[in-house]
């Protein structure tokens, strides 16, 4: 079952295509085996909240829009993060990318996955296998890694327009 998911998210990715506007977009690539994924964050800031506020986790996850290249792990991680993380706010997404860190963390040790695990992380479950390979772990988080250093410029207004100053687009190895 959880195989199938993996596939279907990599033959039919959820979120894939870059696309405007968006508040911050970064670049990272997995070193070990070249995967790469270039990653756009669009966030609504709540009523009243400024960017750099320190309000961040109030802000809600408008649109995740992405680029990559890889293989089957590292792209559908990406789709299925994207499920996970928008209409949420910068708080619940936030949740769900430490539940999946947890996750692989796990090393394949199935008592790790709980109901409440299961519950947050919905499909990002079938990861579960992942987390016995440690050379793959970085494949899963890959896109994961590009949503929170993303979404940490967004919140933190660090997002400059590089038709007007300069491009902030970051180089990352994950």
Same mark, same amino acid.
């Given at each position: 079952?959880? $195989?199938?998911?993996?596939?279907? *998210?990599?033959?039919?990715? *959820? %979120?894939? %295509?870059?696309?405007?506007? !968006? ?10 085996? %070249? #995967?790469?994924? &270039? ?10 909240? @400024?960017?750099? +506020?320190?309000? %961040? ?7 995740? +829009?992405? #680029?990559?290249?890889?293989? +089957?792990?590292? $792209? @559908?991680?990406?789709?299925v993060m994207t499920d996970l993380v928008v209409g949420r706010t ?9 539940? !999946?860190?947890? =996750?692989?963390? @796990? $090393?394949?040790?199935?008592? &790790? ?5 299961? #519950?947050?992380l919905e499909d990002a479950v079938a990861f579960e296998g992942v987390s016995k390979y440690p050379a793959r772990i970085k494949?899963? =988080? ?17 997002? $400059? ?14």
């Open positions: 079952m959880y $195989q199938e998911i993996i596939l279907d *998210h990599y033959r039919r990715p *959820h %979120g894939k %295509g870059l696309r405007e506007p !968006f508040d911050a977009e970064v670049h990272h690539v997995n070193p070990t085996c %070249g #995967d790469e994924v &270039t990653l756009r964050v669009a966030l609504d800031r709540a009523a009243g909240v @400024a960017a750099g +506020s320190g309000a %961040g986790d109030e802000m809600t996850v408008r649109d995740v +829009s992405y #680029d990559s290249l890889g293989c +089957s792990i590292s $792209q @559908a991680s990406v789709s910068v708080r619940e997404a936030t949740s769900a990318y430490d539940a !999946f860190l947890t =996750l692989m963390r @796990a $090393q394949g040790d199935t008592a &790790t996955v709980t109901g409440e695990l299961e #519950d947050v494949c899963a =988080l890959l896109g994961w890694m590009a949503w929170k250093d993303a979404t940490a410029r967004a919140v933190a207004g660090a997002w $400059q327009d590089p038709a007007t100053d300069g491009d902030m687009t970051t180089e990352e190895s994950a």
